[in-house]
């Protein structure tokens, strides 16, 4: 073999099965080596059927010969490599091509691949926004990354140049902007042919041509994509989709591509697999907030309907806990001292936040509504319980287990970041009232249990089990009050020897 002599590789197209059809001729002396072959004895001649393409919506098919007879379609820039390299070119099969057979789209992924950058549920990071194609689909990465991104974006400009096979779903380097990117492979194309690449720590898509790209060093193959995709919680389009202009004010708002960072909070996947942000800036802005009162998008309010409070939950067995309100025998709110500590530091302070910046005024409440409201100049979340004449209604503080009337001034929409903590006081029920009517014991019992047991005052007691969202307890103290069953000396014994433990 003469390692001088110089090839040009014209790409044809795509054959069955995926595998790509190339023409070779010397770059001096223009000499087809398929005919050469052919001429020599050493190959028979054989038509070659490739895939079918689409050209402005009408179906193509092109038949090419060993003879060196090319029927119809153009062809890429030939790629000039020596012989010596040849062989080491592996025109193995592609993944997805336009219009692939169902036979060509079972073959096997090949080269590396790299995971794209995806944001927890329920964290909270500060990250720039890099790209975005609407606020419904932008991409943000954490400034914890920049680093490694500085590090991976070095160590990619100074990669040596090489023969790249594409396989969708399979990782490689591509020229953007005069910058090398680590990008994904979601496309390919047979007519030029071309690649459509997804660029793992910009959020771009770009479309260059297969003989443009590199192959990924190896210090940058294991460290997954570093922006995350994700949607803007509260906002919709004026109209069906989002207008140009819209974008534009998005695009500003959100300092794309610029130094400006959020805090990106309340992170949710929703029913369509969608991860869902709220954004504010360093001085405290709600983004959604903003985007909406400048009229670049509009609210949308079905996300406030779909807001849902998460029931709170107690540790099983014997403990101290915090009496918040007394029904019933068979309601009784209760929470732990970690807890009321966690509303008090965290819950209301939040809430007082919402409801100062960010949160409308309720105008037309309705029954069932998960609402904020003020009382005694504190904000709480609450439920509307009743709507009442003078322009006041009935609601109830979830998390203290408290029936008030405020007025309707006094109350604020919820938004998501308001909902995200479980609700403090747990509904509980004696066990050994479990079964019994609940409505005679509220009216049995109902006014006298506040003279049995203190509000806000520590109790011992067993929490037993929670099944279907019930939860058990034991009280021995208030069950006696009660008139209950007795427990015996060796039950009282039993929970005596427990609290030693």
Known sequence: ADTEYKLGVEFVGQVEGGRWLVRMKGIEDKEDIGQLLLEGGLVVSKEDKLQKTAT????????????????????????????????SFDPSPVTKVEN???????????????????????TTIIAGVCFMESPNKFYVCSSACVDQFMSILSSSQSSKPGVVNP?????????????????????????????????LDYGKTVTTPVSSLRPLPSDVVSTPGLVCQVALRGVKPGGNEWAEEEIAGALLVMDVGGETQFKVEDVQVDEDGNTVVSLEDMEGNDVATLMVETGIAEEDTKM????????????PGLQQLLVLSAVSPMELYLCSQAQFLNFSNTIVPMIEKKAASHADPVL???????????????????TVLQLLPTSTVKVNLVDLA??????????????????????????????????????????????????????????QVEVIETREGLVKVKIPQLEQKLGGKEMSRAEMLKIKLKMKK
Request: net charge negative; with cysteine; aromatic share 6%.
């Open 364 to 382: 037309c409440p309705r029954e069932g509504d998960i609402v904020l409201a003020c009382e005694d100049q504190v904000w709480y979340r609450a």
């Open 304 to 315: 406030a309907e779909d807001l849902k409070l998460i029931p709170g939950s107690l540790e």
């Open 56 to 87: 402005n919506g009408v179906e193509e098919t092109e038949v090419v010969s060993t003879s060196g007879k090319q029927d119809t379609t153009a062809i890429a820039e030939p790629l000039i490599m020596s012989k010596e390299s040849l062989k």
């Open 402 to 459: 408290i029936t008030t009337t405020v007025s309707r001034d006094k109350l604020r929409s919820a938004v998501f970041g308001t909902v995200k903590d479980p609700v403090v006081g747990v509904s509980c029920c004696l066990d050994s009232w479990v079964g019994e009517n609940k409505k005679m014991a509220m009216e049995k019992w109902g006014d006298k249990m506040q003279g049995l047991v203190e509000q806000y005052g520590d109790i």
């Open 167 to 199: 396989v969708v779903g399979t990782c490689c380097l591509v020229m953007d902007e005069d910058c090398w990117y680590r990008a994904e492979v979601v496309k390919l194309s047979s007519q030029r042919p071309t690649a459509t690449l997804f660029l």
């Open 100 to 122: 692939l057979t169902p036979a060509a789209a079972a073959t096997p992924l090949m080269g590396p691949k790299i995971l794209r950058g995806v944001l927890p549920a329920n």
